[in-house]
């Protein structure tokens, strides 16, 4: 199988790597509502997304109904293995699902081959998950919010997941600070890629966050290795047996 991600917009994304499909903080289909209300925060995607098919791994980074969609949880075989952090977990379990397991940051398991290291996240306001993958012929990175774990040692990493703002709101500060980590992703990892996440896919939001969003003020932090993906549209992750002619960057 090739390696390759596909991205569904805000947190969601299908990882098909070492001869797996990983379904990562999905969000699917129905609104997003935050508590305690959508007065508060509502999201709508674009169109709603098909459950992909023949999945093997449910990888979730939070707890949050973000990254715990439950609409779309619920629309997910009770039987799928599930690897989350531990406030994921209880949202899993109570949801039905049969096979979890909780990883806590420093933490790390085997999944058929994949390798799965937590690595300490976002505080929100207990501190969640990002995940280090490694597989026989690849690696990854990926956390939500801009997160950079510093007990993580500098090593290579293929692929970075990660957003590459930093979004904010008056007063409260930065809840995403992905332009910020940048520099220091690139610098630990040296990927070949970092692909775009967490503020992408058309994704259209009402409420009183969305209202006061509007005025913030959006920083960013270009590098050539980061590709914004198209919604759908599978992205080729590189091997590590790649020569470097046919590495991929991209503008921008």
Sequence with gaps: MRSQATYFGANGWLLEIADLRVLVDPWLSGPLVFPPGAWMLRGELPHPWPVPENLDLLLLTQGLADHCHQPSLKLLPRDLPVVGSA????????????????????????????????????????????????????????????????????????TVITPVIDLGLPLAGNFITGASVLPDLIQRFTPRTVLASTTGGDVTFSGLISTLLQGATIKEQPDPRVVIPVPGEPFGLEAHTASPETIHTAKP
């Design 87 to 158: 406030a994921a977990a209880n949202v899993v379990n109570r949801l039905g699902f049969e096979q979890i397991e909780t990883l806590k940051p420093g933490e790390t398991c085997t999944f058929k081959g994949l390798s799965i290291e937590a690595t300490a996240g976002a505080a929100v306001p207990n501190v969640e998950n990002g995940y280090l993958l490694d597989w026989s012929d690849g690696s990854l990175y990926l956390e939500p919010h801009g997160v950079l774990d510093p007990k993580l040692a500098s090593r290579p990493v293929d």
